[in-house]
């Protein structure tokens, strides 16, 4: 095991590439640290796959290095990294016993029997699938099939990391939460770095310590679960993460305060603005946004009800602003008014964050 | 215009695949199949778009018994989870398709194919094929068929399930929209409790190839009939235990005790459910008794709190707002809010909320 470093990296699968979109990786330095339970999140062609393939030897980048510890394997083929992979879809040998299915990865590295069988029997058991361990594998549900998939990647302890690639596409939700809950006891108990590639935000937010973000091949912030929730750096950030997701709003910058629509909001620390040009946005999550006696002036467009809490969509003018009210509290019927929370109320210049939160 | 399955049971073989079915959609609606894969949800739709032919019972259309008349004589829409386009038409021919079929004039098509191009922002996309566009707007492209031909009945299989996350969250904003005031019944099946909340309207919950419970959405969400359709609407899952009633109180656990006030139930064993964000880390205004369980994961999502934990040898989970301060392995206080429990009897069935 060790420290996975991905020093200035860019790749193209162009062969002369020359603008900004011919990079599907754009420069990049990520520092993996040993043992950490990392998702990379980001929507569809963002370059995670792409990112996963350069760290785990299928792809070698245009530029740059990739580092495990002390060895730098940039030009090493995959199947010399000892690196552990589950992909989206179940990769089992039906013939084969979930058993034996399990002991593969083992017996291809010639370990002897009595320790492949603790060690398969020890990861059966896991993942609850002890008393399939005879069964062929053709004969399981496609939950079943991953869950072997799942084994074949954690059974082996020597590896220097475990790449999950959006492994509970095909997990029914309520299977998902268990497996989701599975993976992170797994990541406990076994401490083998793990990275974990998703679209899926919940699965990104609830698997992870650390989350890199990504968006058209860069990434826009690596952080913890709470400090993307209630930092966004980035729009993309606060637009991504979050169910709904943030609300963005253009503003001015007056005094240090932003304002929004001719109201000048509070917010806990001076706004510094240092690009006149720069365009400004202020950011809120629907979370952090309530009813109030006096505010922003809206009408109340559409309540969606979502058991936990109700969605409630807001127009002022042409902007929509959405929040949360708590399931069984009463929602105005019209003349609202809104106000945001200051503590959580950020400004954006040019889509990257220029304002404070009161312990930053 | 509407629906109805009267006693409909489709076997395959020795196995039953639907179980006998009543149930009449509710006309110009979403009408949601929420239930687990294999619970049966495509098969119903292929009985009522007439893809299969019901073992037993009859389908009706419209005051009509349409058994056993083919879907291409039926004025169906079906839109699967894996988008199906024609890889070798434009996005104009795919959603002509079904009009040229239909032997439409060429006027017709293009003004039809216009507007719903227009309606769906597929427009700028209209001269492209299906493999350039992204996966989203290759949804929105058989979303697009379906819509073009004016049916009177819609079927929707999962039909987000393949798309990111985001996306998801934009085309379910958008798709009760678009079906608005169309005249057609809408059929949507999902796995999400979430989805289907938020979709609203009514819903059918599936389960071992029974509809277990058919009304609005909402109600089925706050007062399922039993507990296999508490279970089949609920993400995270809810929580289950045996409580016993004695003396005008419920016992758990032989030491957790709260009134059973107002309820008007006798004593003896009940099953007692409650979903995650009511037992939950800080006691809050409302009434509660409080559990000892022992930390098995946290999950910090952010902007809330989703603690796995072991009480008395089942695993329950809370779900708390804010980020708390967790650790794994320890014994923790959780709060029950005693006024959310729902109560189900013999048979698994509702007895108090």
């Known amino acids: ?146 869950k072997i998939s ?113 109201i000048a909001l509070d917010v806990t620390s001076k706004v510094r603005v240092d690009d006149p040009s720069a365009r400004l946005e202020v950011g809120i999550r629907p979370e952090f946004v309530s009813f109030a006696d006096q505010g922003i002036p809206v009408t109340v467009e559409k309540v969606s009800d979502a058991g936990r809490v109700s969605i409630v969509e807001t127009r002022n003018g042409d902007d929509v602003i959405k929040l949360l009210v708590p399931d069984g509290d ?23 964050v220029v304002s404070r939160g009161s312990n930053e | 215009m509407t629906l109805a399955l009267k006693n409909v049971i489709k076997r395959v073989g020795a196995d039953t695949h639907i179980h006998a079915t009543n149930v009449e959609l509710a006309a110009n609606q979403f009408n949601i199949l929420l239930g687990t894969t294999l619970a049966g949800k495509t098969t119903l739709m292929q009985l009522m778009a007439g893809l299969q032919t019901p073992t037993s019972g009859e389908v009706w259309f419209n005051g009509k018994n349409v058994t056993g008349v083919p879907v291409q004589k039926r004025n169906v829409s079906f839109v699967h989870q894996q988008f199906i386009n024609y890889p070798h038409f434009s996005v104009f021919d795919n959603i002509a398709s079904p009009l040229r079929v239909a032997g439409a004039s060429r006027k017709d098509i293009e003004q039809r194919v216009g507007a719903v191009a227009e309606l769906l922002r597929l427009t700028p996309m209209l001269g492209r094929r299906p493999g350039e566009l992204s996966g989203g707007q290759q949804q929105r492209t058989a979303l697009a068929r379906a819509l073009v031909k004016d049916s009177d009945l819609v079927l929707l299989d999962e039909p987000l399930a393949n798309l990111d996350y985001k996306l998801r969250e934009e085309l379910r ?18 796995t999400e409790p979430t989805e289907a909340l938020l979709l609203g ?47 005008g109180k419920f016992i758990f656990n032989d030491q957790i005790s ?42 910090l999502s952010g902007s809330e709190s989703t603690v796995h934990f072991d009480l008395g040898g089942l695993a329950w989970v809370s779900q708390s707002q804010g980020i708390h301060a967790i650790e794994v392995g320890k014994m923790t206080d959780f709060f029950l809010d005693t006024d959310q429990c729902l109560y189900f009897g013999e048979n698994d069935q509702l007895m108090a909320a």
């Open chain 2, 173 to 190: 904003d958008e798709l009760p929209r678009l079906f608005h005031d169309r005249g057609c019944t809408v059929v949507y099946a999902t």
């Open chain 1, 1 to 146: 095991m060790s420290k996975i470093r991905l020093k200035n990296l860019r790749h193209s699968y162009l062969p002369n590439p020359q603008s900004d979109e011919d990079w599907a990786l754009k420069h990049m330095s990520v520092d993996w640290s040993d043992g950490g339970a990392y998702a990379l999140l980001g929507p569809s062609g963002c370059g995670k796959t792409t990112l996963l393939n350069i760290i785990s030897g299928l792809l070698t980048p245009t530029e740059g290095e990739v580092w495990f510890g002390d060895e730098e394997v940039s030009s090493q083929p995959a199947d010399q990294r000892n690196i552990a992979q589950v992909f989206q879809f179940p990769v089992v040998y039906d013939t084969m016993t979930v058993y034996d299915n399990l002991a593969f990865p083992l017996r291809n590295r010639g370990f002897d029997e009595p320790a492949i069988d603790k060690k398969v029997r020890e990861i059966a058991n896991m993942l609850d699938l002890g008393e399939t361990l005879m069964t062929r594998a053709s004969g399981l549900t496609a939950d079943g099939k991953q």
């Open chain 1, 150 to 262: 799942l084994g074949r990647g954690l059974v082996r302890s020597d590896v220097n990391v475990i790449m999950f690639d959006e492994p509970l596409t095909v997990i029914d939700p309520h299977l998902k939460w268990v497996l989701r809950s599975k993976l992170k006891e797994l990541h406990q108990q076994i401490g083998t770095t793990m990275i974990y590639v998703t679209h899926d935000q919940t699965e990104a937010l609830t698997f992870a310590d650390q989350v890199v973000v990504m968006q058209q091949g860069e990434v826009v912030q690596i952080g913890s679960p709470v400090e993307l929730f209630e930092r966004p750096r980035h729009t993309f950030v606060g637009h991504f993460i979050g169910s709904p997701g943030m609300n963005v709003l253009a503003c001015d910058v007056d005094q240090g305060r932003p304002v929004y629509d001719g």
């Open chain 2, 201 to 247: 309207g009514y819903s059918a919950t599936m389960h071992e190839g029974r509809v277990t419970q058919f009304g609005n959405t909402a109600d089925i969400y706050r007062r399922p009939f039993d507990l296999p359709t508490a279970k089949v609407f609920s993400d995270p899952p809810i929580n289950v235990a045996e409580v016993r009633l004695t003396d």
């Open chain 1, 330 to 352: 009463p929602v105005p019927a019209d003349g609202a008014f809104l106000k945001f929370d200051p503590d959580h109320t950020r400004v954006y210049a040019d889509d990257w």
């Open chain 2, 258 to 299: 709260w009134p059973s006030t107002g309820r008007g139930l006798a004593d003896g064993l009940y099953r007692m459910a409650v979903r995650p964000h009511f037992v939950t880390l800080d006691p809050g205004a409302r009434k509660h008794v409080k559990l000892e369980g022992r930390v098995l994961v946290a999950e």
